[in-house]
């Protein structure tokens, strides 16, 4: 800013003050939605990515990137639960017809026999289309059988024949099909943020912030004895 | 966007509760005969935000010898149909019956076991067999079949409704009631227990305790910054 008389103030300062300020709150915005997550299995917690435009871009210079790393599978017995021991993404179709990725896998058999997912959604096989048991199972526990590279098979009829059904689709997050994949069936992959490692991230974040936050401070009360300062006139 | 970030993390610990809910009401259940545990599930939706479903637990609960007469187990995936005292149908797996006034065999609230099976009063003994045929030893040895206990079955037993007192009616999910094929059998003088699983109760506890811990340390964190940054003139 210029004011009468040529005299240049920090006012550019004040700016950027502010803008770090709203940079370190979505980055502290991106750790407390990890936190929050922590108990939904299958999320993958996002990591805040700053690049060095902040100065020029604000808060829009933060992105988060979604870390591939797995999270700890947890046995739960159920044989309709699966979970992915590779990258990889499980394909639900939603009833409007698009088809979202997801790495929660607990499913269940509905009265068609369709493998649905917690929020009742299909889930598709590798060749695209929602995967259906033949029949509803009697023992489920006994009859349904998932291997590791995600073959659907099932008891059928009284002589006890095994029959497959189909593949599990799991593709990356690009839609392509990965084809050497690891599924464990009774398994349940959580979330795979780590407590104290959002928390330990969070310390800087707002110091910086506090920093910022001072600086503003400073420069305003500058700024405000200067213009005071100036304008007495006797 | 801070108060947002306060809103998400409130959001998730009311989600949270749910599953404290549901805890506490398995727990509480546990000495409930042919109570089916359920469980609230946390998922991941579209929007990033946190969505809940309640799931049952229909596996088979344990066994327990009691040697009372009216006792009738279910072992399989059979349900008993009641005509409520209104004339509705409703199914249950408690397994303790009684004589009423009439004779006819109902469960302790007075419900009617099928569509009425009447035992003489002068009966010493019922037996019931594996397949449900009900037989009543009369004093000079002689005996008489009253009647049938007709299983049924759902094809998603999941989707049944609980209406209080251990009984269960169908929705459009479970689908209807079929004659059970699934060959249950049924075993006198037993109660089906429970199938809360204690340990599995504690687990969701402790990992409850963790995540809402932490999910409200949160919003006292994001709190704090919210103050700084709504007086920056201190």
């Known amino acids: 800013m210029l004011l009468q008389g040529h005299i240049q ?6 700016i950027n003050s502010i803008q770090a300020m709203s940079t370190a709150v979505t980055q502290m915005g991106i750790h407390s939605d990890n936190i929050s997550h922590f108990g939904v299995p299958g999320y993958q917690r996002k990591v805040p990515i700053t690049t060095s435009f902040v100065e020029f871009l604000g808060p829009n ?3 988060s990137v979604v870390s591939a790393d797995r999270g700890r599978l947890r046995n739960t017995e159920t044989p309709t639960h699966l979970a992915l021991n590779c990258e990889g993404y ?46 509803i199972p009697v023992d489920i526990k006994k009859e349904l059988t998932i291997s590791p590279n995600g073959t659907v098979s099932m008891v059928t009829g009284t002589m006890g024949e095994i029959r497959a059904i189909g593949r599990v689709g799991v593709v990356n997050r690009h839609g392509r099909a990965i084809t050497n994949i690891d599924v464990k069936q009774g398994y349940v992959e959580d979330s795979n943020v780590i407590l104290q490692y959002e928390f330990v991230n969070m310390v800087p974040i707002r110091r910086q912030f506090e920093a910022n936050r001072q600086l503003f401070i400073i420069q305003s009360d500058t700024l405000s004895r200067t213009i005071q300062e100036l304008g007495r006139t006797s | 966007m801070l108060d947002g970030i306060i809103r998400m993390s409130a959001d998730a610990g009311i989600k949270q509760f749910s599953i404290l809910d549901r805890v506490s009401q398995n727990v509480s259940n546990m000495n409930t005969p ?56 409703a199914y249950t797996r408690d397994a303790s019956f009684i004589r009423n006034k009439d004779g006819f065999i109902t469960s302790m609230r007075g419900d009617i076991l099928g569509e009425g099976i009447r035992v003489p009063a002068e009966a010493n003994k019922i037996v019931v067999n594996k397949t449900g045929d009900v037989t009543a030893l009369l004093p000079e040895g002689k005996e008489v079949e009253v009647g049938k206990i007709g299983l049924v079955m759902f094809r998603n037993p999941e989707g049944l409704q609980s209406i209080g007192y251990n009984k269960l009616v169908p929705t459009s999910m479970s689908g209807a009631a079929e004659v059970d094929t699934t060959g249950s059998t049924l075993l006198q003088g037993r109660i089906e ?38 007086n920056l003139r201190q």
Do not use: C, H, W
């Open chain 1, 90 to 135: 499980f394909q639900k179709l939603r009833s409007n017809g698009t088809i979202e990725l997801t790495r929660d896998g607990r499913f269940a058999v509905d009265k068609q026999g369709y493998f649905r997912t917690l929020d009742g959604q299909f889930v598709l096989t590798d060749a695209g289309t929602p995967l259906q048991l033949p029949s």
């Open chain 1, 61 to 63: 210079a933060v992105d």
């Open chain 2, 193 to 230: 227990q429970a199938n809360v699983n204690m340990y599995l109760q504690i687990d969701q506890i402790l990992r409850l305790n963790a995540g809402l811990i932490s999910n409200l340390r949160v919003v006292k964190y994001i709190d704090d910054v919210y103050k700084q940054a709504a």
């Open chain 1, 9 to 14: 103030t920090q006012y550019p300062g004040l």
């Open chain 2, 34 to 89: 042919g109570y089916k545990a359920k469980e609230f599930q946390q998922y991941l939706m579209v929007d990033g935000t946190i969505g809940g479903v309640e799931r049952v637990d229909t596996s088979q609960g344990q066994m327990v010898d009691t040697g009372r007469e009216l006792d009738i187990a279910i072992k399989g995936k059979g349900y008993f149909p009641l005509t409520q005292p209104d004339g509705s149908i």
